[in-house]
C-alpha cells in the first residue's frame, strides 16, 4: 500500500461558525482569525493506491462554481488536484475509485468537471464513485440547514453517468486493509476510512474533527446538524484514538496533517503532530 496527499487548495470560513459556542478568545490561540474573522482551512485528501486500485478520498471544492460563490471562500495558495495527482504520479484517468466521506461542496466538488458546453462531466471517467446510500438520500433530498452546502451540479451528475455505488451499514470495507465506520453529527452518515499502514491505524477523520483546535469536546461547528451527538462521536472516538494510539489524519488543518491524542487529566488532548511522511 501507498498513501499519497492530494493536497486541493486552502480556504477560508467563519471562525465563529467553525467553533461554535467557543469564544474567539479561546479559539484564536490555536486558529487565528483575519480581519474579517476568517480562519484559513485546508482541504487535503488522500490517495491510497494497493495493487491495482488507486482511491482518492474526497476531492476538494473544484473550480466550475461562479466567481460570486468563490468570493465567499478567499481560495488561496499553490495545490490544485491536478498539481497533487501529478506530483503523486497519476492523472485523472487513473483514479479507479472516488471515495466521499460525505457530499458537502468543499468535500465533492472537485469530481465534477464543466466543459465548453456548459455540460457536467465526471473529473475521474474510470472511476467507481462511492457515497453512503442514507447519506445520499440525505444530501439530494437537503435539509434547510445544509441545503447550501449540497450543491446539485456536485451530485447529480455523477448518478447520471452511471458511475455511483453505495456502501451501507454502519462499518463496512473498502478495499484489503481499508475499512470505513460512520459518524452522524456533522451530516447523517459520514464515512470515515480507517487505514491499516505499516503497523498503524490511520483515521482520515474529516468533518468529525477538523483541526486539532477541535480536539476538546465543546469545541464543535455550528455547521454539525446534530452537535450533542457531534459530542458523543467525539468522546468516544478520541477515547478510542487514545487508547489505540491511533493516528489521525486531519483533511482541514491548515497546518498540521497528522497528530495523535492522549488521555490527560482535562480528558482527551492532543499528544503530537507530524506529517504523514515521517511514518516511512
Given at each position: 500500500?501507498?498513501?499519497?496527499?492530494?493536497?486541493?487548495?486552502?480556504?477560508?470560513?467563519?471562525?465563529?461558525?467553525?467553533?461554535?459556542?467557543?469564544?474567539?478568545?479561546?479559539?484564536?490561540?490555536?486558529?487565528?482569525?483575519?480581519?474579517?474573522?476568517m480562519?484559513?482551512?485546508?482541504?487535503?485528501?488522500?490517495?491510497?493506491?494497493?495493487?491495482?486500485?488507486?482511491?482518492?478520498?474526497?476531492?476538494?471544492?473544484?473550480?466550475?462554481?461562479?466567481?460570486?460563490?468563490?468570493?465567499?471562500?478567499?481560495?488561496?495558495?499553490?495545490?490544485?488536484?491536478?498539481?497533487?495527482?501529478?506530483?503523486?504520479?497519476?492523472?485523472?484517468?487513473d483514479?479507479?475509485?472516488?471515495?466521499?466521506?460525505?457530499?458537502?461542496?468543499?468535500?465533492?466538488?472537485?469530481?465534477?468537471?464543466?466543459?465548453?458546453?456548459?455540460?457536467?462531466?465526471?473529473?475521474?471517467?474510470?472511476?467507481?464513485?462511492w457515497?453512503?446510500?442514507d447519506?445520499?438520500?440525505?444530501?439530494?433530498?437537503?435539509?434547510?440547514?445544509?441545503?447550501?452546502?449540497?450543491?446539485s451540479?456536485?451530485?447529480?451528475?455523477?448518478?447520471?453517468?452511471?458511475?455511483?455505488?453505495?456502501?451501507?451499514?454502519?462499518?463496512?470495507?473498502?478495499?484489503?486493509?481499508?475499512?470505513f465506520i460512520?459518524?452522524?453529527?456533522?451530516?447523517?452518515?459520514?464515512?470515515?476510512?480507517?487505514?491499516?499502514?505499516?503497523?498503524?491505524?490511520?483515521?482520515?477523520?474529516?468533518d468529525?474533527?477538523?483541526?486539532?483546535?477541535?480536539?476538546?469536546?465543546?469545541y464543535?461547528?455550528?455547521?454539525?446538524?446534530?452537535?450533542?451527538?457531534t459530542?458523543?462521536?467525539?468522546?468516544?472516538?478520541?477515547k478510542?484514538?487514545a487508547?489505540?494510539?491511533?493516528?489521525?489524519?486531519?483533511?482541514?488543518?491548515?497546518?498540521?496533517?497528522?497528530?495523535t491524542?492522549?488521555?490527560?487529566d482535562?480528558?482527551?488532548?492532543?499528544?503530537?503532530?507530524?506529517?504523514?511522511?515521517?511514518?516511512?
Amino acid at each position: 500500500m501507498e498513501l499519497s496527499i492530494i493536497h486541493t487548495g486552502n480556504f477560508k470560513l467563519d471562525g465563529g461558525a467553525m467553533f461554535g459556542v467557543v469564544p474567539k478568545t479561546i479559539w484564536q490561540r490555536t486558529n487565528p482569525a483575519d480581519d474579517n474573522n476568517m480562519c484559513s482551512w485546508s482541504m487535503r485528501c488522500l490517495l491510497i493506491k494497493q495493487g491495482d486500485r488507486a482511491m482518492l478520498i474526497d476531492n476538494g471544492i473544484g473550480n466550475k462554481q461562479s466567481e460570486k460563490f468563490f468570493s465567499y471562500y478567499y481560495l488561496h495558495g499553490d495545490h490544485s488536484l491536478d498539481g497533487s495527482l501529478k506530483k503523486a504520479g497519476l492523472s485523472p484517468d487513473d483514479i479507479t475509485d472516488m471515495f466521499h466521506t460525505h457530499l458537502h461542496f468543499d468535500h465533492c466538488g472537485g469530481g465534477v468537471v464543466q466543459t465548453a458546453d456548459q455540460e457536467y462531466s465526471l473529473k475521474f471517467p474510470n472511476a467507481t464513485y462511492w457515497s453512503h446510500a442514507d447519506h445520499w438520500e440525505w444530501a439530494t433530498v437537503p435539509n434547510a440547514r445544509e441545503k447550501a452546502s449540497f450543491l446539485s451540479e456536485n451530485i447529480l451528475p455523477i448518478q447520471e453517468s452511471g458511475h455511483l455505488e453505495f456502501k451501507t451499514g454502519d462499518t463496512g470495507s473498502l478495499m484489503e486493509d481499508v475499512e470505513f465506520i460512520t459518524v452522524n453529527g456533522h451530516t447523517d452518515k459520514q464515512m470515515l476510512p480507517v487505514i491499516q499502514y505499516k503497523g498503524h491505524t490511520i483515521v482520515f477523520v474529516a468533518d468529525l474533527l477538523p483541526s486539532v483546535g477541535h480536539i476538546p469536546l465543546p469545541y464543535v461547528m455550528g455547521y454539525d446538524t446534530r452537535p450533542l451527538l457531534t459530542l458523543d462521536e467525539k468522546e468516544k472516538f478520541l477515547k478510542e484514538a487514545a487508547d489505540n494510539k491511533y493516528i489521525l489524519f486531519l483533511e482541514h488543518d491548515s497546518q498540521h496533517e497528522c497528530c495523535t491524542v492522549k488521555h490527560t487529566d482535562k480528558g482527551v488532548r492532543l499528544d503530537e503532530t507530524f506529517q504523514l511522511s515521517d511514518l516511512g
